[in-house]
Each structure stands twice: as structure tokens, then as C-alpha cells.
């Protein structure tokens, strides 16, 4: 039985953390007493629920546990009274919770902040994380992590930074930071060698979890349906995007059984919905890459063209070397590893020192069947230093072009 | 809220580059900022080679020339001004013409407990 309890509180956790904190703040504006009043909230229920049952509406009965302790906090306050009668006049509309938690959202992101701070403190006010887990997620000591919360949450009171959700007309230029803090802990997840993979892997799933939530509470903004579209597809090819090692495993050689197909469906439908606006932007885009590799029945039949297109559009809006780097990429693709290696040298002035340049090349080479050239290329990128699970990748490679037909 | 804005020249600007379009002159700026009555009090300074920097250090009077730290930007003026908050108080300085040709710290004043 207990299993179920713990089950029920880790559920309503995940579910309501966010919401239950990010009210307490709107009628305390104190960051810390509504962290700790959530916390004390699902204390007592891993104590209650397993004497008493799970209550029929747990949203609700966290709610107003935590409301009490809130009050039973400033009742010990002696200067906080006008606090106290707001939080005893709370009563629990949802669609105000709602807002309470893009506004939660928006000041977790507000560019006052660095970009860090704001990546920790999403986590740890709307998602729930404790600090402990934050820290171990970016490998950094939980000394630290905590340190830089407290930083956070005192700039805010500090510096007045406000605890809403931006007005129209500063909405435009808030929402792209709001985005960007979700991409930072959706790739943060990606990113982790092996070893690391088993801690950073729930950040993905937080991001997701996040963005969710953004999307249904600002569902007239295709941007943020085309970054949950980007996440969602991505994430639906996580368990062949890594072999038994850990190792990456390259797009065009993953097992597109182990994709997730619910998951690439789903993907598909918020992506369509997002296009629909005619609004398009850089996450829609990445979106629109994504499908069209989630849904071609293997890599042969990629529509290599219309990734090409959609690349095109990307550079317009993002003039980066990653971009015009991967465009050259697609044009390969597309047309042949010839092209590939005219549109690369087209752009090499500008990816100075990237290993990706030429470990693009030697695939190129490997391709024609120029193995010399190719295995010149794989240890060039060898000796760019990239990490360990891609040095395994491209030495196995530089062993397929340097063997004996 | 209070925040002071120390208006600063920037070490960043290049100078021979063309000078970009700021959104209004300086006498605009204050005149709007005095209508909205977010606008305290505010001034421009000397340059930095007219500091006086005084220290006094194991009770001995120490005065030097020019601002303590040297660096390439220094505060060419200060405005003190009242807001609802930190959203504003950046609308108001994006506003300020030195924020296109300078930078503006954002201050908050120190808050005593009653």
C-alpha cells in the first residue's frame, strides 16, 4: 500500500507543485515561505494519505494544507499581516491558478536574470525539482546551486523585478527568453555523456513537462507549439539516438522501431496546429527538420529537399555557422556528397576549429568512396578534441575507411 | 520603487561607426519623464579626469586624481527615479538616448525595514 501512496503523492507532485507555489507566491510574494509551504504540503501528505486515503481532489487538498502552514507561518511573523489576510481570502478559482503559473513562468525567465538563474529557478518553482537534484543535473555541488537560487529569488525582491505575465506589447520580446530557457533544459538532457545520461535525462522530460504547460495556457503563439513539436519528435527517437554503450548513434544508421510512434504522431498533430497561423519562426522550422526525419520510413527515403527548404528559411531568420553548417549538410543530402563538399567549403572559413566541419567532410569522402581523403579528414576531427563517446564514433569510422577491402 | 540610473559611456561603442537612431534627444527624455512624474532628480557630470577619489585608510587621508577604478567607461550622468517596478524602470531606460550610445546600470535603492 504504501507503494501507491508514494505513487499518488510523486503524481500529484508532478502535477501540482507548480501550480500550489506559484499561487503562494502571487499572494505572499515571498519565494522561499511558498516553496516551503508546498514542501511542508506534501510532507503531510506522504503522512495523511497513507492513514486517511488519497483524497478525491489531491490538487485541492494540497492547496489548502499549504495555504495553513502559510498561515500559521505569518501568524508567527509579527509584521506580515497584511500578507496573512490575503492568503486567509484565498480561495481557489482555477483559471486564476492558471495565470498564476505563466506568471511564474515568465518571472522564473525574466532577462533581469542570467540565464543560469533562470534555468535553476524554472526547475526548482515550477517543476518542482528539489536543489539536490538540480545540482546533480548540471554536475555542479548543491552548495552552489543553492546559492545561486538565493541569489536569484533576491534579485527579484531586490531589484523589483514584477510577478506577471508581460503586457501585449512587451510580450513579443519576453516569450523568445521564456523559450530559450526551455531549449537550454531540454538539450542540457541530450548533452550528457553516458555516465551522466541517467541524471540529466528527467531534464528533457521537464522541459516537455513545461512547455506543455506554456502551450496550453498561450495557445494563440505557434512558436511555442512549434518548440513543443521540436522537443516532443525529438525526444520520441531518444531510445535509438544512443547504442548499449552510450555511444551517439547516428540519425541514418538509429533502429527506427525503437522510435516512439505515439510520440512522433503526437509531434506531427502540434506541429501542424502551430503552422496553421502563418506565423513561422526558428523552433517551428527545427519542428518542420525534425518531422520530416521522424516520418520518413527510413533514411533513404528522407525528403532531403524539404529539410533543404527548411533550412533555407532558417538561415534567413538566424545567420549562425551551425545553421549554414547543417544547410550545407542538407544540400548534400539532397544532391549528392559532391555538392555536400562544394556547400561546405563554401562556409569552412567560418567553422574554424568546429570537428563537425571536418568530420562532415570525411563522411562526404567515405560516401564517393575517396577513403585516403576521408581518413585525413576523421583525424583531423580526432585531433579537435570532441568528447569521448564522439571520439568513439569517429575512430570507428576512421578503422572502416582505413581497412583492407 | 527607487532606482538611481547611472548613465555610462561605453568602452564598446566603435566611434567611427555610423551613429544609431536614438529614440528621442535628451531634453525630450526628462520632459516626458517629468510629465509621467517618475523622474526624481537627475544631472549631468564632469568627465572622469575631473574625479577626486578620497580614501582613508588606518586613519590616513588618501586623495588621488581621477575616478578609483580605471576603466574606459565611466558615469556621465545619474538620474534617480520612481516606478512600479523593474519592467518600468527598463522601459524608462531604453528610452534614454545614452542607452543607444552609452549603457544604463539599473539600480535599486537600498530598502529599510521599519
Redesign the interface.
Known amino acids: 500500500m504504501g507503494g501507491l501512496v508514494e505513487e499518488a503523492v510523486a503524481r500529484a507532485h508532478r502535477e501540482e507543485w507548480g501550480r500550489i507555489v506559484a499561487t503562494l507566491i502571487r499572494v505572499t510574494g515571498d519565494w522561499s515561505l511558498a516553496e516551503d509551504c508546498a514542501q511542508d504540503a506534501f510532507e503531510s501528505a506522504l503522512a495523511r494519505w497513507g492513514r486517511d486515503g488519497v483524497p478525491d481532489n489531491p490538487g485541492a487538498w494540497l492547496t489548502t494544507v499549504a495555504k495553513n502552514h502559510a498561515i500559521d507561518r505569518l501568524r508567527r511573523r509579527a509584521n506580515e499581516q497584511s500578507k496573512l489576510k490575503e492568503v486567509m481570502a484565498l480561495d481557489d478559482p482555477e483559471d486564476d491558478q492558471l495565470d498564476d503559473r505563466l506568471r511564474l513562468i515568465f518571472t522564473c525567465c525574466?532577462p533581469?536574470l542570467t540565464l543560469e538563474s533562470r534555468v535553476a529557478l524554472t526547475l526548482r518553482t515550477v517543476a518542482g525539482l528539489t536543489t539536490g537534484e538540480i545540482a546533480r543535473a548540471f554536475l555542479v555541488p548543491e552548495a552552489t546551486m543553492a546559492q545561486r537560487l538565493v541569489r536569484a529569488k533576491g534579485k527579484i525582491r531586490?531589484?523589483?523585478?514584477?510577478y506577471r505575465v508581460?503586457p501585449g506589447h512587451?510580450l513579443g520580446e519576453r516569450l523568445p527568453g521564456v523559450l530559450a530557457v526551455l531549449y537550454v533544459l531540454f538539450t542540457e538532457g541530450y548533452s550528457a555523456s553516458s555516465g551522466e545520461r541517467l541524471v540529466r535525462e528527467p531534464l528533457a522530460e521537464e522541459a516537455i513537462r513545461v512547455a506543455r504547460i506554456l502551450a496550453l495556457l498561450m495557445p494563440d503563439e505557434p512558436e511555442v507549439g512549434g518548440l513543443l513539436a521540436l522537443m516532443v519528435l525529438q525526444h520520441a527517437r531518444r531510445a535509438g539516438r544512443t547504442d548499449a554503450a552510450g555511444d551517439p548513434v547516428s540519425i541514418e544508421e538509429q533502429d527506427r522501431g525503437s522510435w516512439d510512434r505515439a510520440a512522433i504522431a503526437e509531434g506531427l498533430s502540434i506541429l501542424r496546429r502551430a503552422l496553421r497561423r502563418h506565423r513561422v519562426g526558428g523552433y517551428q522550422l527545427q519542428a518542420v527538420i525534425a518531422a520530416e526525419h521522424a516520418s520518413a520510413p527510413n533514411w533513404g527515403q528522407t525528403d532531403f529537399r524539404a529539410i533543404v527548404r527548411a533550412y533555407d528559411d532558417l538561415a534567413r531568420l538566424d545567420p549562425s555557422p551551425v545553421i549554414a553548417f547543417n544547410r550545407a549538410i542538407a544540400w548534400g543530402m539532397a544532391e549528392g556528397p559532391t555538392v555536400g563538399l562544394e556547400r561546405l567549403d563554401l562556409i569552412a572559413d567560418r567553422l574554424e576549429g568546429y570537428y563537425l566541419l571536418p568530420a562532415a567532410r570525411a563522411d562526404f569522402l567515405r560516401r564517393l568512396g575517396r577513403r585516403r581523403e576521408a581518413a585525413e579528414q576523421y583525424e583531423r576531427a580526432l585531433g579537435l578534441a570532441p568528447s569521448e563517446p564522439e571520439t568513439r564514433f569517429l575512430e570507428r569510422r576512421l578503422a572502416e575507411v582505413t581497412a583492407r577491402e | 520603487?527607487q532606482?538611481l540610473l547611472f548613465i555610462n559611456n561605453s568602452p564598446d561603442i566603435d566611434p567611427s561607426a555610423p551613429p544609431e537612431k536614438e529614440p528621442m534627444d535628451i531634453e525630450d527624455w526628462v520632459d516626458q519623464m517629468d510629465a509621467r512624474g517618475v523622474r526624481k532628480f537627475g544631472d549631468r557630470l564632469q568627465s572622469a579626469a575631473d574625479a577626486t577619489t578620497v580614501r582613508v585608510r588606518k586613519g590616513e587621508l588618501l586623495v588621488t586624481d581621477g575616478p578609483f577604478v580605471e576603466g574606459k567607461d565611466y558615469i556621465a550622468g545619474i538620474d534617480i527615479i520612481e516606478c512600479?517596478?523593474?519592467?518600468e524602470?527598463?522601459e524608462i531606460a531604453r528610452l534614454h538616448p545614452m542607452a543607444t550610445a552609452g549603457n544604463i546600470e539599473?539600480r535599486?535603492f537600498w530598502?529599510w525595514e521599519d
Not at chain 1, 158 to 162: D, K, L, R, S, V
Not at chain 2, 84 to 87: E, F, I, K, V
Open positions: 525574466h533581469a531586490n531589484a523589483g523585478i514584477p508581460p512587451l | 520603487m532606482y512600479a517596478d523593474l519592467d524602470a527598463i539599473i535599486p530598502v
